[in-house]
């Protein structure tokens, strides 16, 4: 009998293989961090998060070209793994452990692999207060349910949920997300940041939904769903004419080109987790985000 992986519907990973993963991931993590260097986890990251740890080591080698002078360590302990059943490739899993850094925090990452002859690489990772990560809905074998993307059982549809949030970072209008701070909060500090003497924010949100900035959910026992996803940010300051761009740190200088003279353009990325109810059981709650600059643009 022929088993044709690409339609059986099967365990994305043993629980040992997810362990496994990550800690290869850890490994591969703590000598990028150490070293400055982002060849060396290079194989084991993807997605918004590669973007966001290729940025952060390249600031660090431009500051800091013999390695890190703060190294500790990242070190993950507790870690429970929610594995969903699904047909085809990519495969992913999500794993939730505890961390000696980013305080009580859980720390989430969601590991993809795109076959059998490729590493599984972290694409999400995200960190949220500890109470706050759901209950999932799983089978007799305690394996999860992946919920589709397109899925219309949802408050808002897990590949719409990047194009929603930025549309509501930048109108704010609608019922969807609930108040938060990365919601409401957000919203707030961006209106009072965008005008002070002498300096001008402007703002500029879209989603990044496709490859490997797909969103990725699992159901929970409510019916809804926590869903990964990523966005993408860019901020720019003008300073009036005798004003100038407030000094942006030395992290985000090693990332930009031209002069700041008069402005200065900031990139982000980002990835968010969310708790998606049921259509019709409540808002969106954005539980997580982790932001990172990418690179800036003086002129």
């Known amino acids: 009998m022929v088993v044709h992986g690409e339609r059986e519907v099967l365990p994305a990973a043993t629980r040992a293989e997810a362990a496994k993963a990550l800690e290869q991931f850890t490994n591969a993590y703590n000598k990028a961090d150490e070293a400055y260097d982002s060849s060396l986890d290079a194989d084991f990251v993807t997605g918004a998060l590669e973007d966001i740890d290729r940025a952060r080591l390249k600031a660090g080698a431009v500051n800091n070209p013999d390695g890190n002078p703060a190294y500790a360590p990242l070190k993950l302990t507790d870690a429970k793994y929610t594995i969903p059943k699904k047909a085809g490739w990519p495969r992913w ?8 850094k980013g305080g009580t925090s ?7 692999r ?9 694409a999400y990772l995200t960190l949220v207060a500890p109470g706050k990560v759901p209950e999932f809905k799983t089978d007799a074998d305690g394996f999860a349910e992946a919920v589709p993307v397109n899925s219309t059982e949802l408050a808002v549809a897990p590949e719409d949920l990047g194009k929603n949030y930025t549309s509501y970072l930048e109108n704010g209008d609608g019922d969807t997300f609930a108040d938060g701070a990365h919601t409401s909060l957000w919203r707030a500090q961006r209106q009072k940041d965008a005008k002070k003497p002498g300096l001008a924010t402007q703002y500029v949100d879209e989603p990044l939904a496709s490859g490997d900035y797909a969103p990725l959910a699992l159901r929970t026992s409510d019916g809804g769903a926590l869903v990964f996803f990523t966005t993408h940010h860019f901020v720019k300051q003008t300073a009036a004419q005798g ?29 968010e987790v969310a708790l998606d109810p049921a259509k019709g059981s409540g808002e969106v709650n954005v539980l997580g985000r982790i932001q990172g600059l990418t690179s800036a643009q003086g002129s």
């Open 93 to 100: 899993f999500m794993a939730d452990a505890a961390g000696n």
């Open 243 to 271: 004003a100038a761009i407030p000094d942006p740190g030395q992290g985000a200088l090693a990332l930009t080109t031209g002069e700041i003279k008069q402005s200065l353009t900031m990139e982000f990325v980002s990835n």
């Open 106 to 112: 859980r720390w989430l990452l969601v590991f993809t």
């Open 114 to 122: 795109g076959g059998l002859d490729q590493p599984w690489q972290v």
